[in-house]
């Protein structure tokens, strides 16, 4: 593989250095709430760039740095009050960005440094001057709404990255799928009356936030149809996304014709996880990367890039990105997951009734929307 060709790796010290407070799975800290780390620590993401050294696949990628993303850029996607509000809390003493976002001093650096990765890393892509890549953000981004943070999410990553690369020319159509086990209601609100910007989200139905995420929303005005969300019942496994991948979100994203595929990469759908209800393990999400990647390569010129979201649990995250990584780069340099076997192995890991009958009554309402929306 020539040097220019590798699969890009983006990263930066600065995004491990965001602190959130000692918080626990808590927004808040409380009077019976013994202070703990916080969930969205920087040690799941320390690990994968850890072990990818360990490994040696760091190697074999294209390893790059990038600024952090300057005031315009995020003003494309934030309002100014919610950037001043920002800026104000970080010079003072941090607060909650909106809703189950806390920071501290500092916190916005790295905020703004994650998001600098995912637009170097879309750029690089979209410009062709990398084949795919990895940005692996933190905070992560895919919560965050125009005026507020949410879900440990200051920043939106993926939105202002993706109308970074449109306001540069670079792509016009864009689909983003989200995968982490909550669902994406950041890209979902820049770009829900958005025709050409695709976004998929398949999530733990009711899990975070409570108010969106439901497969009826489909996008209003002329991006009616733009938007598909796959609320999928706790406990689904392996079999389930499996179904879900080939039934509606691969031929959704097919149809859609994307110049660029994006995904918000989390691994909280993972076993392991200890904020998530679901299933998956690291060979599912490899083989869920492996289906983008040739999907791009048949639609979009290969252009893919993955930008890390969620993920809690600290020992399983790391096995499940060398995985996709692995997968993404055509790596033969695989490390051996203790728990790859047994999660495939628990009980209900196969598709359940219910599981069909759900995806199948979403892929019929999306066909109708389809039908809906070229007549």
């Given amino acids: 593989m020539s040097e220019g060709r590798r699969t890009g790796f983006f ?11 000692a918080i ?4 808040a800290p409380g009077e019976f709430l013994q202070p703990q780390p916080a969930s969205e620590s920087p040690e799941s993401k320390r690990r994968l760039k850890n072990l990818l050294e360990v490994s040696g696949l760091i190697d074999e990628l294209e390893v790059r ?3 952090p993303a300057s005031r315009e850029d995020l ?28 920071y501290t001093p500092g916190s916005l650096a790295a905020a703004r440094q994650s998001a600098g990765l995912a637009i170097a890393a ?42 970074h690369a449109r306001a540069l020319g670079l792509v016009r159509r864009v689909a983003i799928l989200d995968w982490d086990v909550h669902h994406g209601n950041g890209q979902q609100a820049a770009f829900y009356d958005d025709p050409d910007v695709l976004t998929v989200s398949i999530h733990q139905a ?23 969300n796959l609320p999928m019942p706790p406990g689904s496994g392996i079999g389930a996304y499996r179904y879900a991948m080939q039934e509606l979100v691969l031929p959704a994203i ?30 599912a999400f490899a083989a869920m990367t492996q289906q983008l990647k040739a999907l791009a390569e048949r639609i979009s010129g290969g252009k893919l890039v993955m930008i890390h979201e969620g993920g809690y649990s600290e020992g399983y995250v790391p096995l499940c990105g060398h995985a996709v990584l692995q997968a993404l780069s055509g790596s033969r340099i695989a490390v051996p997951d203790p728990q790859d076997d047994e999660i ?5 890991q196969a598709l359940q009734p219910h599981q069909r009958a759900l995806i199948d009554s979403w892929r019929e309402g999306w066909r109708r929307v389809g039908t809906t929306r070229t007549t």
Wanted: proline content about 7%.
């Fill in 11 to 21: 990263w930066h010290e600065r995004c491990f250095w965001h602190d959130p407070g």
């Fill in 122 to 163: 879309v750029e690089a892509v979209a410009g062709g001057e990398l084949p795919n890549a990895y940005a692996l953000c933190r905070p992560p981004g895919h919560h965050a709404e125009a005026d507020r943070g949410r879900g440990f999410c200051l920043l939106g990553n993926i939105p202002v990255a993706v109308m």
């Fill in 254 to 283: 097919g149809d859609f014709a994307p110049d660029l595929i994006v995904v918000a990469c989390g691994y909280d759908a993972c076993g392991k996880d200890p904020l998530g209800k679901m299933m998956l393990n690291s060979s």
């Fill in 206 to 228: 009711g899990n975070y936030p409570l108010d969106t995420g439901d497969f009826d929303e489909l996008g209003e005005g002329a991006g009616l149809g733009a938007n598909l």
């Fill in 65 to 67: 740095k990038a600024p």
């Fill in 24 to 27: 626990g799975v808590f927004s």
């Fill in 344 to 348: 495939a192995a628990w009980a209900y």
């Fill in 75 to 102: 003003a494309r996607f934030h309002t100014g009050r919610y950037l001043d509000e920002l800026e104000e809390g970080d010079r003072t003493y941090g607060g909650d960005a909106g809703e189950c976002a806390p």
